[in-house]
């Protein structure tokens, strides 16, 4: 069912008819901000007054014109110079998908993504915004890592995510690790062939605590992304066992899952971090988190006929 569903998610027939459906939203609504920035802003202050902190994602990925690249660009200088008049840019970040902007447009799309991406880098590091670049299927993890090489060059705070499900994310952690080098630890939302990936749930989550240890005893600034509450505890103790501070790693969980948990944890003095979507491109994002959870898909099913 998770392999159908990440299929779904690259449908243009079933996006049509999911996104045009009044019935959706109720339900999209538990996973993404709203539609527009305002949606958004209210959503973060929501989480800042309750001891949280955010990551923003303009929703979008898949871009396939230089002028989609460049929008998506825009709604991001948009997003700070928001962020900045609101007074929220402490401890602020967002999260970019490459896709977004123009990484998988042909010929030079790595080069129109990286060049965006920069722009986009500038512009947080002046409105005092940190930046961490999502991570897609494996196909992409080469030409993101190598982007996130250009862009620490100027900025060594971008942050990226690495997925244990790959098998390669092991060897990639090592490499990573470095001191101040914020790397999101999850366990992978894409469909991956077996070559590539765990196929089993179980290596997977073995491979996430393999992961954090090496990041965890590492240099860096882990942020550990996930709503697995077991591998939150082992998480815990593997930071009080090397003697990590309080503000050298970071918890990090997707708006509308265990908000319950994000705010025992941010109560107990862990900095939590919700990644908080918003935009009217919420399709691709949407799947991936019924995908996640087969209970949501009967949820969404029950919304859809109930009406
Ligand atoms: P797992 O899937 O085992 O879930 C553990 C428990 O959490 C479940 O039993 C359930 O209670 C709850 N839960 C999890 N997902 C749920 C859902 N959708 N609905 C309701 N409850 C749910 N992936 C990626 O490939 N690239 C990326 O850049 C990112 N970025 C990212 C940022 C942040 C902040 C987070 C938290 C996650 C991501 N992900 C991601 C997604 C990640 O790869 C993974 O798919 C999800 O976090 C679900 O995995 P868990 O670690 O939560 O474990």
Avoid at 283 to 303: H, I, K, M, T
């Amino acid at each position: 069912m998770r392999t159908a569903l990440l299929g779904a998610a690259r449908s243009d027939a079933l996006r049509r008819a999911v996104t045009s459906s009044p019935a959706t939203r109720p339900v999209v609504s538990r996973f993404v901000a709203g539609d527009d920035l305002d949606a958004a802003v209210r959503t973060v202050r929501e989480l800042t007054a309750a001891g949280l902190t955010f990551t923003l994602d303009h929703l979008g990925e898949d871009t396939t014109s230089r002028e989609q690249a460049e929008a998506t660009r825009d709604a991001y200088l948009h997003l700070f110079r928001r962020l900045a008049d609101e007074g929220l840019t402490a401890g602020a970040e967002a999260s970019v998908k490459l896709s977004a902007l123009g990484q998988a447009l042909p010929r030079d799309g790595v080069r129109v993504s990286t060049g965006l991406a920069a722009e986009l880098v500038a512009a947080a590091t002046e409105n005092g915004v940190l930046v961490t670049l999502d991570m897609e299927d494996h196909t992409t993890v080469d030409a993101t890592l190598e982007t996130l090489r250009t862009l620490r060059a100027e900025v060594p705070t971008v942050g990226a995510v690495l997925q244990s499900m790959l098998h390669r994310t092991e060897a990639d952690c090592r490499d990573l690790a470095t001191a101040g080098s914020r790397i999101r630890l999850v366990k992978g939302a894409y469909a991956e062939p077996e070559s590539v990936a765990f196929p089993d749930k179980a290596d997977v989550d073995r491979a996430y605590v393999r992961c954090l240890r090496i990041l965890v005893e590492g240099q860096g600034y882990p942020m550990v992304a996930t709503h697995d509450l077991r591998l939150v505890r082992i998480a815990r103790e593997l930071v009080t066992r090397t003697g990590r501070d309080a503000d050298s790693y970071e918890f990090q969980m997707l708006y509308g899952i265990q908000p319950a948990e994000q705010r025992r944890l941010a109560e107990e003095g862990a900095t939590v971090r919700v990644y908080v979507p918003y935009g009217t491109d919420w399709y691709g994002y949407f799947v991936r988190r019924l995908a996640e959870r087969p209970a949501n898909v009967g949820f969404f099913l029950r919304s859809l006929t109930t009406r």
